[in-house]
């Protein structure tokens, strides 16, 4: 994987790439909000040398630093899609866990026609209609919430949190650490990411993925109302649902093997 960087006007990010051929495919991995690139690293190396790969750390995460808060959820789209511009990438399959997979919904309303197919892992449905105006408020004032919280209780809560396995409890915690010292910029980055969330819901855009998509989701995925979410955005929008047995919301570090052996079987369709 070669590291590249793409200048914004808020900053620079950094992400990395193996481009095998233009005319294939290319998996587009989109870590989670406090996560970065290694989230995936079960998959690049399942992946890697098989198809084309891009991974980034997103916008004010890890090495995409120093970043200005001053962007919401549509810039940083943009800015993915113009990194898979420079790329020369046509035929993008988005990968996004949790945040990410928000965002690939984003690029699917903006970029509708330039989808080649759409996995959510561990996300949930970006429509208005799924959630309540009181997750709404409450996703508008996080920022306080992880400032104050104690570090160590953060640390403890975030790894266990997010994941079942000692590797995906482990790999959370190096990501956190990260910001270990600066819990201000950890807050900042999960506070302003929870806030562009509700703001994209707030617009009441259609989201619609017309390209083929997949929905995953595990079972003991407790952050927020993850498994509610998904249950519903089936059930509205036909689109299929693989429940991943004993995972938590970072199902892919739980469950690394299954996770990629759904992902090359969606390949294999699209």
């Given amino acids: 994987m070669k590291e590249n960087t793409y200048q914004t006007p808020c900053g620079t990010i950094h992400y990395w790439s193996n481009i095998l051929s233009l005319d294939e495919i290319t998996l587009v991995f989109l870590p989670g909000l406090t996560a970065d690139h290694r989230l995936f690293d079960k998959q690049i190396d399942c992946f890697e040398g098989k198809h084309n790969i891009i991974v980034w750390d997103a916008p004010a995460h890890a090495s995409s630093w120093p ?146 998509a997949l929905l995953i989701c595990g079972t003991q995925d407790h952050a927020g109302s993850c498994i509610r979410y998904n249950k519903a955005w089936h059930r509205n929008t036909k689109i299929p649902l693989k429940w991943i047995e004993g995972a938590g919301h970072n199902s892919n570090t739980d469950k690394p093997e299954l996770i990629n052996s759904l992902i090359e079987k969606f390949l294999s369709t699209i």
């Fill in 67 to 212: 970043f200005q808060f001053n962007f919401d959820l549509f810039d940083k789209t943009k800015w993915l899609n113009r990194i898979l511009e420079k790329e020369e990438i046509t035929k993008p399959v988005i990968i996004g866990q949790s945040m990410g997979g928000y965002v690939g919904q984003v690029y699917a309303q903006l970029y509708p026609n330039q989808l080649t197919g759409f996995i959510s892992i561990d996300s949930a449905p970006l429509q208005r209609e799924y959630v309540t105006a009181v997750e709404l408020w409450l996703l508008k004032r996080m920022e306080p919430v992880y400032a104050h919280y104690p570090w160590k209780f953060l640390l403890k809560s975030g790894t266990e949190g997010v994941a079942t396995s000692d590797y995906g409890r482990n790999l959370m915690r190096e990501m956190m650490l990260v910001y270990d010292g600066n819990q201000k910029r950890y807050a900042q980055i999960a506070g302003h990411g929870f806030r562009i969330l509700a703001e994209a819901m707030e617009k009441n855009l259609p989201y619609e993925l017309t390209c083929p």
